[in-house]
Each structure stands twice: as C-alpha cells, then as structure tokens.
C-alpha cells in the first residue's frame, strides 16, 4: 500500500520494485542457506545478513513514504538483529565450544527440501492476502512468510540450543518481514515493543543455555526430556 | 440520588477495605473487623435490592475493565430480588462470623471424626497439622487468606445478579467460583476430606461454567451481542434447535451450581467441609444463583420456550427434592444432613419454574406466575432457614468440635438459646406451619393442584405430570419433617453422647446475634408473606412470557391467590397455633390440679437409669426409612465378629458397619472418572517431554490451520 498522496515520491518505481525484490529474494536466501549450514559459526553470520536486509527494507520503505521515523525503525533494526543479538550469539557459541550442529533430526538434503514445500505452502497460502491489496510490496509477502516458516522447521528439528535461538530468531526476521511488507512499516513504539522483547528472550535462551552445559556439558535439547510430570 | 448505585457502591467499598483489613490487619483485630465490613457489604446488597424490588431500576457501563471490552452492569426486580437475598444472609453470616472466626471454640479435624468411624487411609503426617492438641483450637477460618477472601466473595456474588452482559457475567460467576473454592479449603490442614471436597468442587464448579460459557456463547453468537439487550432483541431471531441448545447448555451449567441431580455430587461435600458462615453464605445463597442465571437466560432473555423445557426442569426438579431428602433423612452428619436438604429444596425451586415454563408455554399466565412466584419466595425462604440452621449447626460444631449426630445430644441444656433459635429453623426446614418454609410450599402446591381444575380441560401432558409433582412435593415435605425432627431431636435433645457434647458451653453473642437474624427474617417472612406480593409481581413483570398481573394479592392479613380461589393467612395460622398450644397446656393443667405428682425421668418407661447409650440415635432413628427405601438407597452394612483364639465360640468383639453412600455418585460417576483417566494414560506418549515434538505440533497445527483456511476460502 503506497500512498504516494499526489507528490513524486523520492524513489522511482522501478528502482523500488527492484530493490525491494532484490532484498526479499537475499532474505529467503539466507534462510534457506541456514537450513544448509551447520557450522554455527557461519548460520551466526548469515543472522547478520539477514539484520542488515530487514534494516534496508525497512529504509527502502522510509525513502518510499518519505518518513523519519521509518529511518529510525532501521537504525533500530540494523542495531539490534546485525549488532548486538548476533554478538549474544557469538558469546554463546564461544562458553560451549560447540561448532557444528551435529545430528540434527532432519538431514541437510530432507531440510532443504521440506524448505522447498514450506516456501510452495508460504505461496499457495498467502494468495487471498496479496489478493487484498495487491502492491509490490504484497507480492512479495510470501517471501516473508517463507522466512517465518524454515524459522520454525529450524526450531522444530535442530537438537543445540543455539540452534534453537537461531531458529526463534529466523522466526522473527520472518514476522518483521511480513509486518514490514504488509503494513508499509510499523510504527516505531511497535518495532521498539517488538524489539524489546525480542532482546529479552534471546538472554534468557543464553542463560538456558548456559545452564543447560553446566548442567548436562552438552546443550542437547532432547536432554530435558527428563523434565516432564 | 439512586439507591442501587449507592447500595452496590457500599458493596464495592466494602469489599476492598474488607479484603484490604484481612489481609493486612493484626490477627486480633481481623475477625471483628472483617466481620462488621463483610456485614456492611450486605448492608449495601440489601439496600440495592430493597430499592430495586420497590421499581427503582439502574444500569451503568464500565469501558476497559475486562479484557474483551466493557463491564455491564444493571439491575432490574430479578437482580433486587437476589441482591436483597444475597445481601440479607450476608448481614447474617457476616455478624456470625465475628465470633465464630474469633479466639476460643473447637473445629471438626480428623482425630474427632477418627474416633467415630474407622481413620481415613493413610492419614497425613501429624507434623502438618496446625492443631493446639491442648485445646483442639483451630484458627484456619480466621486465617489472613480465608478473611481476606471472605468480603470479596459476598461482593462478586452480589455483582453476578447485576451483571448485564455475557462477559460481565462469566468473568464474576468465575471470581465468585474461585473465591468460594478458597473459602472451601480453609481448613484443609485440618481435614483430608476438605481436599477431596475441594477437588470435586473445583472439578464440578468449572465443568458447570464451561457449559454456561458454550450456551452464552452460542447465543451470543447466534443473536448478534453480547448485552443482555442485544441477546433479549435476538432470541427470536434463533433457531429453534439454537434455543434448545442454549436452553440445555445453561441448565446444566446453572444446575449444577443450584446442586441439582445428577450434578450435587460437589454439594454435601464442599458445603459441610467450609467454615460455616461460608457454608450458610454457600448454601443459602449462592446455590439461589443458579436458580437466578436460569430463570434470568431462559425466562428473560430467551423469553421462554417450548413446553419440554418446563418438563425437563420439572423432572429433574422432581428427581433432586426426593434425592436430596431421601438422603438428608438418612445423614448422620449434622452439616452433610442439611447440605442434602439444599438439593432437596433447589429441586423445590425447580418443580415451581419448571412447571411455571409448561404453562407460559400453554398460555396460562395465572397459574405460570403463581408458580414462579411460589419458587422465588421459596428461594428467599429457603435462603432464610438455611442461614440460621448452617449458623446453628456451625454454633454447635464450635462448642463441640463434632458434626456427628450419633455423638452430640442434650445441648439443649447447655446451648439453650442456640437450641431455641435452631428449633424455629428446623421448624421452618420442615415446612410446617407457622414457619416460613410452609408458606411457600403451600402456594406451590397450590399452583400444582389447580393445574387440573382451570378452565377448560387440560392437557395430557399437563394431567399425568402435575399430580405426580404433587405427589413428590407430598413425599418431600413429609420425609422433610422426619428429617429435621431427627436432626433438632438427637442433635439437641435428650442427654449427651459423648465427652464433647456434655461440655459444650453457649455461643459468644455474635453468633446468637447473626443466628437471631436470620430468624427474625424467618419469622418476618413466615409472619407477612403478603409483604412480598408487590415485589414478587415487579419481578414476574421480568419474563415476557409469565408477566400478567400480580399472582398474589394482599388482602390486610390473608394471603389471597389472583387468578384461582385459594387463601390462606400465615398470621392467623401462627395466632391460632399459639392460642390452641396455651390452651390444651392449661387444659391439662387444670384437669390434672388435684392429682398427686411425681418427678421421674421423661420417656423412661418407669426405669429410673436411663444412660445415654438407650436414647434414640440418628442412624436408629433414619433406620425405618433406610429399610423402606433400601432398593433406592441401597445402604452398605458389614458385620465383622472376631473370636478368640482359643476357641472360636467365645467373641471377643464385634464390628458393626452401617454406612449409606450417595448411590448416584458411586453409579455415575465412576465409569465418569476412570475414562478421563483411561484417555489421560493413552494420552501420555502424545507429551514425552521432547521439546522438538511440542514444538512440531505447534507447526504441524499452524500449518494445518493455513492450509484448512486457504482451501475453505
């Protein structure tokens, strides 16, 4: 939804409509070479990727509508998903010592094509919404429901506990995306909530896991098993 | 300036200060200081009620207080009618409470019931009990938890009856649930029998509101609103299957709240197993709810329905007045014993309303209203006597520490304004004239018997069923007299049986003060019925399909029914009861002037050493009745003789075991009970703890959800 509201807005069209594809096809990308890596290491840096792309479309959209506060929600943005969660991350990674995501339940080849079907469902699913409105930036909604659904297959069928952040927090890139495209940007007291909580959640998994390897010496989900009644 | 606002403000301020004084106040001050602003938040119910009930009508909206949107409040006669109710026991539980929560008396734990029958199994840890064994003093009722609770309890339940919309009433009926349930375990240091009670009221209570929420929801739904309003212009709009369904749903919900059979199971244990003023606040007036919610959905904001309807009520009315008396006759526990008797006289209630909807939906006002009448007053009436005799019941359970009949006796002596005060109440339980109770039976007998003889001939339906509610409106009132002549006769008369109740001393005057309430309202209403006809007309003047007229007219002292010829006056009744009582004393005084007089012991058959092991006890007592209805109540006896060793001819003791269990209960519920857990086995690999798969089944259902809606779409 584009409310250029008569004036000439201050990106041209089809810079725009490139750009923005340009970004969301980088964004799935990303997601999908997630579900292919497993040095942890790398699926660290490629969150980072994914922060900066979530703060360019969310600039892409402010030079669109011409608004500050958009600008801000990409500082934001940039700050938080390429800069200080990815350094949480890497925190983590160094106190356990564990490189690679060893023995996930899914192997790399089904992983990536269960990534396949998921973005075909994002897709089919997603139809009646672009049907709505139909803009460039609904088009391409699909993309960011794909990035929310490998999130949770992440979540579902990785074993680390880094994993598990990874997974929670390709989610959320995933549900920023939509909420981006959808809404052509979110206020910033709503991105700030958002971010907030985010932030929160994300140290109280690196506690857990901290936790967890004092606990077991490895961060195994499957090792809580034991929790139950 | 309006009445009800400034009533249910009270009731309101009331609360918070009172939950605000139990819970901060120092532990010496807390019962009195609850108790007088628990008192007061009854003061604010009567007075919205009285002023609701005299025409004055009110309603008010509060925006964001519940999550889903605004609270609605209004009160129209209905609400007044329980407000003023509520409100009323309330004052009485509340003034009671001062002394029953304060320092001194015994409470019932599990070394009194132990030494009565066989301990419970596995009997818990001594270590746990908080039990003065010098004294047997137990303060759990007064604990800062249970006088915390206590004020918002009586405001939540006053605020159901106000409530004006569907959320507003859900969100109090649950609050009200939730703080009866913690009032229900008080004592559960004390008892392992409050766990259970506990247990199977919190299990019953919200299956109860589940039902209520899925029928509100579903006409909420299917009328568009969720205001009471809105319901009220959109049930004609529904569906007849909607309606009955809606109809089904709430009845079950509300009845089980009323204690209606099948659904009392939760009743004679949760009720005895309170403290008593929360048990009298329970039993008296938070059962009537029930008979509220279900007149209020399905008279008013249904606008009545099909005759079935009626029947159904009637039936299961029917089922629960001979259950619950059944039972009630054959309890030996004094507070089980008039829990029974709450189901017995809800199910009273529910003969009147369900055969009030059979003739709205025939069109037959005059005898519709009659009878719906009769179930509020009998409600009010009910509320009453069952306050006085839970406070009584609880009197005696302070001074004695014991709740079973077989073991108290001779506190007339001992107790003997508590024992007067107990008596009218029994009185009044029984329904005989001059109590209260009778007043109202009689016009529901009334309003049954002239079913058959209106104009015109009636309908099948209507001539083989009336006959039999008056048959078991018959067998329940009489079975009611043997009832509460055996819980006023063995309880309080005759001599002592056991150490307890030889030394049992008289209530602290807040007790007597809140016991004497309540009997003053039960006199009043016993007394001047005919006060309540204007009142009882503005609330039939509720329900679209009962409201003709005023049922009841009063004609100065008699009480005259409208429609078809009957009268009868309370007053004249009690003068000529007390006149004819005066005279055959003196009769026999005068006749007997001249001859020589002994002293010998009453009832003693010329034997001079009666000891108490010779008196009647409650089991003896009930014992006719078990042996004529053993094939409904189906009572389990063991005897079990142990020889010596030596030679198996000489006995060395004998064990006798005589218990009645709620047969319902032990038939239905069962089967109930081990197929939830059967599901809850098989259900048990479904959870094994792997985060991965509670996580795979969010996705799998989202997924499912998507897919579900893009292809219904």
Same mark, same amino acid.
């Given at each position: 939804?584009?409310?250029?509201?008569?004036?000439?807005?201050?990106?041209?069209?089809?810079?725009?409509?490139?750009?923005?594809?340009?970004?969301?096809?980088?964004?799935?990308?990303?997601?999908?070479?997630?579900?292919?890596?497993?040095?942890?290491?790398?699926?660290?840096?490629?969150?980072?990727?994914?922060?900066?792309?979530?703060?360019?479309?969310?600039?892409?959209?402010?030079?669109?509508?011409?608004?500050?506060?958009?600008?801000?929600?990409?500082?934001?943005?940039?700050?938080?998903?390429?800069?200080?969660?990815?350094?949480?991350?890497?925190?983590?990674?160094?106190?356990?010592?564990?490189?690679?995501?060893?023995?996930?339940?899914?192997?790399?080849?089904?992983?990536?094509?269960?990534?396949?079907?998921?973005?075909?469902?994002?897709?089919?699913?997603?139809?009646?919404?672009?049907?709505?409105?139909?803009?460039?930036?609904?088009?391409?909604?699909?993309?960011?429901?794909?990035?929310?659904?490998?999130?949770?297959?992440?979540?579902?069928?990785?074993?680390?506990?880094?994993?598990?952040?990874?997974?929670?927090?390709?989610?959320?890139?995933?549900?920023?995306?939509?909420?981006?495209?959808?809404?052509?940007?979110?206020?910033?007291?709503?991105?700030?909530?958002?971010?907030?909580?985010?932030?929160?959640?994300?140290?109280?998994?690196?506690?857990?896991?901290?936790?967890?390897?004092?606990?077991?010496?490895?961060?195994?989900?499957?090792?809580?098993?034991?929790?139950?009644? | 300036?309006?009445?009800?606002?400034?009533?249910?403000?009270?009731?309101? =301020?009331?609360?918070?200060?009172?939950?605000?004084?139990?819970?901060?106040?120092?532990?010496?001050?807390?019962?009195?200081?609850?108790?007088?602003?628990?008192?007061?938040?009854?003061?604010?119910?009567?007075? %919205?009620?009285?002023?609701?009930?005299?025409?004055?009508?009110?309603?008010?909206?509060?925006?964001?207080?519940?999550?889903?949107?605004?609270?609605?409040?209004?009160?129209?006669?209905?609400?007044?009618?329980?407000?003023?109710?509520?409100?009323?026991?309330?004052?009485?539980?509340?003034?009671?409470?001062?002394?029953?929560?304060?320092?001194?008396?015994?409470?019932?734990?599990?070394?009194?019931?132990?030494?009565?029958?066989?301990?419970?199994?596995?009997?818990?840890?001594?270590?746990?009990?908080?039990?003065?064994?010098?004294?047997?003093?137990?303060?759990?009722?007064?604990? #800062?938890?249970?006088?915390?609770?206590?004020?918002?309890?009586?405001?939540?339940?006053?605020?159901?009856?106000?409530?004006?919309?569907?959320?507003?009433?859900?969100?109090?009926?649950?609050?009200?649930?939730?703080?009866?349930?913690?009032?229900?375990?008080?004592?559960?240091?004390?008892?392992?029998?409050?766990?259970?009670?506990?247990?199977?009221?919190?299990?019953?209570?919200?299956?109860?509101?589940?039902?209520?929420?899925?029928?509100?929801?579903?006409?909420?739904?299917?009328?568009?609103?969720?205001?009471? *309003?809105?319901?009220?212009?959109?049930? %004609?709009?529904?569906?007849?299957?909607?309606?009955?369904?809606?109809?089904?749903?709430?009845? =079950?919900?509300?009845?089980?709240?009323?204690?209606?059979?099948?659904?009392?199971?939760?009743?004679?244990?949760?009720?005895?197993?309170?403290?008593?003023?929360?048990?009298?606040?329970?039993?008296?007036?938070?059962?009537?709810?029930?008979?509220?919610?279900?007149?209020?959905?399905?008279?008013?904001?249904?606008?009545?329905?099909?005759?079935?309807?009626?029947?159904?009520?009637? %039936?299961?009315?029917?089922?629960?007045?001979?259950?619950?008396?059944?039972?009630?006759?054959?309890?030996?526990?004094?507070?089980?014993?008039?829990?029974?008797?709450?189901?017995?006289?809800?199910?009273?209630?529910?003969?009147?309303?369900?055969?009030?909807?059979?003739?709205?939906?025939?069109?037959?006002?005059?005898?519709?209203?009659?009878?719906?009448?009769?179930?509020?007053?009998?409600?009010?009436?009910?509320?009453?006597?069952?306050?006085?005799?839970?406070?009584?019941?609880?009197?005696?359970?302070? =001074?004695?520490?014991?709740?079973?009949?077989?073991?108290?006796?001779?506190?007339?002596?001992?107790?003997?304004?508590?024992?007067?005060?107990?008596?009218?109440?029994?009185?009044?339980?029984?329904?005989?004239?001059?109590?209260?109770?009778?007043?109202?039976?009689?016009?529901?007998?009334?309003?049954?018997?002239?079913?058959?003889?209106?104009?015109?001939?009636?309908?099948?339906?209507?001539?083989?069923?009336?006959?039999?509610?008056?048959?078991?409106?018959?067998?329940?009132?009489?079975?009611?007299?043997?009832?509460?002549?055996?819980?006023?006769?063995?309880?309080?008369?005759?001599?002592? #049986?056991?150490?307890?109740?030889?030394?049992?001393?008289?209530?602290?005057?807040?007790?007597?003060?809140?016991?004497?309430?309540?009997?003053?309202?039960?006199?009043?209403?016993?007394?001047?019925?005919?006060?309540?006809?204007?009142?009882?007309?503005?609330?039939?003047?509720?329900?679209?399909?009962? #409201?003709?007229?005023?049922?009841?007219?009063?004609?100065?002292?008699?009480?005259?029914?409208?429609?078809?010829?009957?009268?009868?006056?309370?007053?004249?009744?009690?003068?000529?009861?007390?006149?004819?009582?005066?005279?055959?004393?003196?009769?026999?005084? /005068?006749?007997?002037?001249?001859?020589?007089?002994?002293?010998?012991?009453? /009832?003693?058959?010329?034997?001079?050493?009666?000891?108490?092991?010779?008196?009647?006890? *409650?089991?003896?007592?009930?014992?006719?009745?078990?042996?004529?209805?053993?094939?409904?109540?189906?009572?389990?006896?063991?005897?079990?003789?142990?020889?010596?060793?030596?030679?198996?001819?000489?006995?060395?003791?004998?064990?006798?075991?005589?218990?009645?269990?709620?047969?319902?209960?032990?038939?239905?519920?069962?089967?109930?009970?081990?197929?939830?857990?059967?599901?809850?086995? /098989?259900?048990?690999?479904?959870?094994?703890?792997?985060?991965?798969?509670?996580?795979?089944?969010?996705?799998?259902?989202?997924?499912?959800?998507?897919?579900?809606?893009?292809?219904?779409?």
């Amino acid at each position: 939804m584009d409310h250029s509201i008569g004036l000439r807005p201050p990106v041209s069209e089809t810079v725009y409509v490139q750009t923005l594809n340009l970004i969301c096809g980088a964004l799935l990308l990303a997601a999908v070479l997630i579900l292919w890596r497993r040095e942890l290491a790398a699926i660290v840096r490629l969150l980072v990727v994914q922060g900066v792309l979530l703060a360019a479309l969310a600039a892409l959209l402010g030079a669109r509508e011409g608004s500050s506060e958009l600008y801000a929600v990409a500082a934001g943005v940039l700050a938080l998903k390429a800069v200080v969660l990815p350094a949480v991350l890497r925190r983590v990674l160094r106190d356990t010592g564990e490189v690679r995501e060893t023995e996930p339940l899914v192997n790399v080849a089904a992983s990536l094509l269960a990534g396949a079907l998921l973005t075909l469902l994002a897709y089919a699913v997603s139809r009646p919404l672009v049907a709505l409105a139909p803009s460039p930036a609904t088009q391409a909604l699909p993309v960011a429901l794909a990035v929310m659904f490998l999130g949770f297959f992440v979540l579902v069928t990785r074993r680390r506990a880094l994993s598990q952040v990874v997974g929670f927090l390709l989610m959320d890139n995933g549900i920023t995306a939509t909420a981006f495209l959808a809404t052509s940007g979110v206020p910033l007291i709503v991105e700030l909530g958002v971010s907030l909580d985010l932030l929160l959640v994300v140290l109280v998994l690196q506690v857990l896991t901290a936790r967890m390897r004092l606990t077991f010496g490895r961060t195994d989900l499957d090792e809580l098993r034991e929790l139950r009644d | 300036m309006n009445l009800i606002a400034a009533g249910l403000g009270v009731v309101v =301020a009331g609360a918070a200060a009172g939950a605000a004084t139990g819970a901060l106040a120092p532990a010496r001050a807390r019962p009195l200081a609850t108790g007088l602003l628990t008192t007061t938040v009854g003061l604010g119910g009567v007075l %919205a009620g009285a002023a609701a009930l005299a025409g004055q009508a009110w309603s008010m909206t509060v925006p964001g207080i519940l999550p889903l949107g605004a609270a609605t409040l209004a009160v129209d006669p209905l609400s007044g009618a329980f407000l003023l109710l509520i409100g009323a026991v309330t004052v009485a539980a509340g003034v009671y409470s001062v002394g029953y929560t304060g320092p001194g008396g015994r409470h019932a734990t599990d070394d009194d019931a132990a030494a009565g029958a066989a301990a419970a199994p596995g009997a818990e840890p001594a270590g746990q009990r908080a039990v003065d064994a010098g004294t047997g003093h137990v303060e759990a009722a007064a604990s #800062r938890t249970a006088q915390a609770v206590l004020p918002l309890f009586v405001a939540t339940m006053l605020l159901v009856p106000a409530a004006a919309s569907v959320s507003t009433l859900l969100v109090l009926w649950e609050l009200m649930a939730l703080t009866s349930l913690v009032l229900v375990l008080a004592e559960h240091r004390l008892r392992r029998s409050v766990r259970d009670a506990g247990l199977w009221y919190g299990a019953m209570t919200h299956a109860g509101a589940v039902a209520i929420l899925l029928g509100l929801v579903v006409f909420a739904a299917a009328a568009g609103g969720e205001s009471f *309003a809105a319901l009220r212009a959109g049930a %004609a709009d529904l569906s007849r299957g909607t309606r009955s369904l809606v109809f089904v749903l709430i009845f =079950a919900g509300f009845g089980s709240k009323a204690g209606m059979v099948p659904l009392h199971v939760w009743l004679p244990r949760a009720h005895p197993e309170a403290p008593s003023h929360v048990s009298a606040l329970m039993s008296a007036a938070m059962v009537n709810l029930g008979l509220y919610g279900l007149i209020r959905v399905g008279f008013d904001l249904l606008g009545g329905g099909p005759r079935w309807w009626g029947l159904l009520v009637l %039936a299961v009315g029917g089922l629960s007045a001979l259950y619950g008396v059944l039972q009630a006759s054959v309890a030996t526990d004094l507070k089980r014993l008039l829990g029974y008797s709450t189901t017995e006289n809800v199910g009273l209630m529910l003969i009147g309303v369900g055969a009030a909807g059979v003739f709205a939906a025939e069109g037959n006002r005059a005898l519709a209203g009659l009878l719906m009448a009769a179930a509020v007053l009998h409600a009010v009436n009910h509320a009453a006597f069952k306050t006085l005799l839970f406070l009584g019941a609880g009197s005696v359970l302070r =001074a004695t520490g014991l709740r079973d009949l077989d073991r108290l006796g001779g506190l007339a002596a001992r107790m003997p304004i508590t024992t007067a005060l107990v008596a009218f109440g029994a009185l009044a339980a029984a329904a005989l004239p001059p109590g209260n109770g009778f007043v109202s039976e009689w016009l529901l007998l009334q309003g049954l018997i002239h079913s058959l003889t209106g104009t015109g001939p009636p309908t099948v339906v209507v001539a083989v069923s009336m006959p039999l509610a008056v048959g078991v409106v018959a067998l329940t009132a009489g079975l009611g007299v043997a009832t509460f002549v055996k819980a006023f006769g063995v309880g309080f008369l005759a001599r002592p #049986r056991s150490a307890p109740a030889a030394v049992a001393v008289e209530s602290p005057p807040s007790m007597r003060a809140g016991m004497a309430l309540a009997a003053a309202a039960c006199l009043g209403l016993a007394l001047a019925p005919v006060a309540a006809a204007a009142p009882l007309a503005r609330v039939l003047q509720v329900m679209p399909t009962v #409201r003709d007229g005023a049922p009841l007219a009063d004609s100065g002292v008699r009480l005259q029914l409208v429609g078809i010829a009957g009268s009868m006056s309370p007053l004249l009744i009690a003068i000529g009861l007390l006149v004819g009582t005066a005279a055959t004393a003196a009769l026999a005084r /005068w006749a007997g002037r001249g001859l020589p007089r002994r002293v010998a012991p009453v /009832w003693g058959c010329g034997g001079t050493r009666l000891d108490s092991r010779m008196e009647y006890t *409650a089991t003896s007592f009930a014992e006719p009745l078990t042996r004529v209805f053993d094939d409904v109540l189906r009572p389990e006896q063991d005897v079990v003789v142990t020889p010596y060793t030596e030679s198996r001819y000489l006995i060395e003791s004998v064990r006798f075991r005589h218990r009645v269990p709620d047969r319902l209960e032990a038939r239905l519920y069962p089967p109930l009970l081990g197929a939830a857990a059967r599901w809850g086995r /098989w259900s048990r690999p479904v959870a094994n703890g792997s985060v991965h798969r509670y996580l795979a089944y969010g996705f799998v259902g989202m997924l499912a959800v998507l897919v579900v809606v893009r292809l219904s779409g």
